[in-house]
Every structure is written in structure tokens, then in C-alpha cells.
């Protein structure tokens, strides 16, 4: 029996290919843009700290120390989040309301009915609800809750979207009455 021989076969350096062996790949880039930071604290934030940035939610123009960070940047700066401070305490509250008040999770999302445990890898199914209103409309997975809003929330950016997909009226009215039927079989 021959005994078994242990290379490492990463210790020669000129054996990797010419990309990784180049002086090339072993620096980091450095971004001009990447240049535009202030700091809040310790807290490096992308941008400078006199520019003025629009709330997405209530649209007012407001300095940057009204918005707080959210992700952070390959170099360590974080960036600021699209709407402010006010917003987002807000909306927060309307979603924690939403959730105290709405009734047990089902096993299964209200849209796709697909099991909860099987989407994007979290076993949780978001409480749906009417912004600015704390209504709840029911429980959906993730797939389903970012697709009905990247659709604008309602009911015309979704037909919209049927429209696009199959521009025959009939064959979107037969589809719908087709889908309204399943769903209204499931839920006697």
C-alpha cells in the first residue's frame, strides 16, 4: 500500500492563473464617487452633509440629518434611507398596529397560496394592508407582497400589467373569472 502524499497545492504562486497572479487584482479600486462622504459621529454616510434630499413618502426637501442610514456600502459608508426620520417612525407604527390587530397567520399566502415555509426562505408571511391606513387586507408571501407593490398597490396597476401580458380582452376576463372561481372554491 502506498502511503498517501498531502500537497498543498496553493503554495505556488506562480501556478495561478495570470489574473489572480497579478499586481492588478491584489489592489482595491478606489472610486472617485466614492470620495463624496461626511461623517455623522464615527459613522462614515455617502453624500455631503449640507445637500438637501426629498422625502419619498411626504415629498418635503429636507438636510440630511432628517434621514437615517440604511445600507452599507462595499467601502464601509452607509447610505441614507429615501424617506425621513418622521416617515419611517411613522410607517412603522402603521405596520406594528396592522400586525397586533390583524388575526393568526395562515399556513398558506391569501394570493399564491403557496405553504409559507417554502418562499424566500423565511418561514413568515407579511401582514398585507391599505397604506396610510392601518386596514388589513391579508396575509402574503414576500414574492407576492413585493410584486402587488412594484405594481403601484391597487387594482389598476395590476390590470395594467394583465394587459401588457395578453393584450385579447376576453382571454383576460375569461382568466380572471377562471382565477376569481379557484379562489372562491378555496375560501367556502
Not at 395594467?160 to 375569461?174: G, R, S, T, V
Request: overall charge positive; charged content about 30%; aromatic content about 8%.
Amino acid at each position: 500500500m502506498m502511503p498517501i502524499r498531502n500537497e498543498n497545492l496553493n503554495t505556488d504562486i506562480l501556478s495561478l492563473p495570470k489574473k489572480i497572479n497579478s499586481p492588478y487584482w491584489s489592489k482595491k479600486k478606489k472610486f472617485k464617487h466614492w470620495e463624496n462622504v461626511f461623517y455623522r459621529g464615527e459613522i462614515k454616510i455617502i453624500g455631503k452633509e449640507t445637500d438637501l434630499y426629498e422625502c419619498k413618502r411626504c415629498h418635503r426637501v429636507l438636510p440630511s440629518t432628517a434621514f437615517t442610514t440604511c445600507n452599507i456600502r462595499q467601502d464601509g459608508a452607509y447610505y441614507l434611507m429615501k424617506s425621513c426620520r418622521e416617515c419611517e417612525s411613522l410607517n412603522r407604527a402603521e405596520r406594528k398596529i396592522v400586525r397586533k390587530n390583524a388575526p393568526p397567520q395562515p399556513e398558506r399566502c391569501e394570493c399564491c397560496h403557496k405553504k409559507a415555509g417554502t418562499l424566500w426562505g423565511t418561514g413568515n408571511l407579511n401582514a398585507d394592508h391599505a397604506h396610510e391606513s392601518t386596514v388589513f387586507r391579508g396575509w402574503l408571501c414576500g414574492i407576492c407582497n413585493t410584486g402587488i407593490g412594484k405594481l403601484g398597490d391597487n387594482l389598476e396597476g395590476v390590470l395594467q400589467a394583465a394587459i401588457y401580458l395578453e393584450n385579447d380582452e376576453n382571454k383576460i376576463i375569461e382568466t380572471l373569472h377562471k382565477v376569481f372561481n379557484e379562489m372562491f372554491a378555496r375560501t367556502r
